[in-house]
Nanobody
Framework: QVQLVESGGGLVQPGGSLRLSCAAS????????IAWFRQAPGKEREGVSL??????YYAEFVKGRFTISRDNAKNTVYLQMNSLNAEDTAVYYC?????????????????WGQGTQVTVSS
């Protein structure tokens, strides 16, 4: 079992940047696929990016703007978000899939953090 805690959200102006962190405890993140999802008010939760080992994947709407990375020593996954716009406003969640699949299907993920709010507004 793994516990996930997100941090780094906040209010940022359009065009700005934020870095989200997903810190894990209880198990090594190497055993999982780790994904970032987001959910805006009134919308479905959608996959943003995922990482398994050194492999990374991105949703089309964040390609070129967001970068996912990991620090194995800190057992933490990051999401660097640049060129943010109002459509990026959402609660961002990290999730762990113990089957280590490569999917943005939220039902495949076994463990979730509590989420961190990202608001892009002037």
């Amino acid at each position: 079992q793994v516990q996930l805690v997100e941090s780094g959200g906040g209010l940022v102006q359009p065009g700005g940047s934020l870095r989200l962190s997903c810190a894990a405890s209880g198990n090594n993140l190497d055993y999982y696929t780790i994904a970032w999802f987001r959910q805006a008010p009134g919308k479905e939760r959608e996959g943003v990016s995922l990482i398994r080992g050194s492999s990374t994947y991105y949703a089309e709407f964040v390609k070129g703007r967001f970068t996912i990375s990991r620090d194995n020593a800190k057992n933490t996954v990051y999401l660097q978000m640049n060129s943010l716009n109002a459509e990026d406003t959402a609660v961002y969640y990290c999730a762990a899939d113990r089957s280590r699949t490569l999917t943005f299907d939220k039902y495949e993920y076994d463990y979730w953090g509590q989420g961190t709010q990202v608001t892009v507004s002037s």
